[in-house]
């Protein structure tokens, strides 16, 4: 399977309907690929908060639009990152699309984890509930977005779900970075599966971006890594390797948290 993961560069004076042209166009570019994977929240940038209401769109809006074409131009599985999803009964979600190389939509994510500690994301988007997963030919993606990453009962239960490999868009900043080296990696160490994470270069609303985004194999040996501008890093993955990962150290079979109630030994507190 090769991957193609296009690290996308938000620059605050370029008009978003250009980019999603510039985005489209880079998509297309990658009609060599199996799976092509954008970042999180890239038509607006992930702490442009004041954008997020003025660019918001329904689930089949231009981005939506866009970006089935281009899966279909292309012929390639797409993850096509977030877009900030304006629900007509609800609030906003930071919303993942998947289309299939048909430009058919075959998953939406609505991020669980809001980031902003009570301000920000947090306060101006709503909570997602659902796990998801999307079967392709060879594996099974298990999805979720950028502050996920910090979750790892998450991964856990996409893991129980199937997910073999585990795609994260993601607009990190520059001054956590080592924290996305790190937990990318642990997120597949943990989960014995491949991981692909898909950050932004530039600057979002005076926040430096990270770059760097990364695919991680099983063992988590870094396969790949970007650099800290637009850049698209492409890397030849065999599925395989998760099922033989797994079977080789099955630590997944020795789990014991999660599976039952806890049970609790201490004294019950006087009243």
């Not at 956590?176 to 014995?192: D, G, K, P, S, Y």
Request: with cysteine; proline share 7%.
């Amino acid at each position: 399977m090769r991957a193609s993961l296009i690290q996308i560069a938000v620059d605050e004076g370029e008009p978003v309907d250009s980019r999603r042209r510039r985005v489209a166009a880079l998509v297309r570019e990658q009609s060599g690929a199996d799976l092509v994977v954008l970042p999180e929240l890239w038509t607006t940038g992930a702490f442009a908060y004041e954008e997020f209401g003025r660019e918001a769109e329904p689930l089949e809006g231009p981005t939506y639009e866009a970006m089935a074409k281009a899966a279909s131009d292309a012929g390639v599985w797409l993850h096509a990152g977030s877009i900030p999803e304006r629900d007509p009964e609800g609030p906003l979600y930071n919303t993942s699309l998947v289309f299939s190389p048909s430009g058919e939509l075959a998953a939406a994510y609505r991020k669980i984890h809001r980031f902003g500690f009570d301000k920000g994301e947090a306060v101006l988007m709503g909570a997602g509930r659902d796990l998801v997963t999307v079967r392709l030919p060879g594996t099974t993606l298990g999805v979720a977005t950028c502050y996920d990453l910090r979750f790892p009962e998450l991964f856990r239960g996409l893991v129980d779900a199937g997910a073999e490999t585990l795609v994260i868009p993601a607009g990190w900043p520059e001054r956590r970075r080592a924290h996305w080296t790190l937990l990318a990696q642990a997120r597949a160490v943990e989960n014995q599966a491949f991981v692909l994470a898909c950050g932004t270069a530039g600057t979002h609303a005076g926040v430096p971006q990270a770059g760097h985004s990364i695919v991680v194999d099983p063992w988590g040996e870094v396969l790949a890594e970007a650099g800290a501008g637009e850049e698209v890093l492409t890397v030849d993955l065999d599925p395989a390797k998760t099922a033989v990962t797994r079977e080789q150290f099955p630590a997944l079979k020795d789990r014991v948290l999660g599976l039952e109630p806890p049970r609790h030994r201490g004294r019950p507190r006087a009243t």
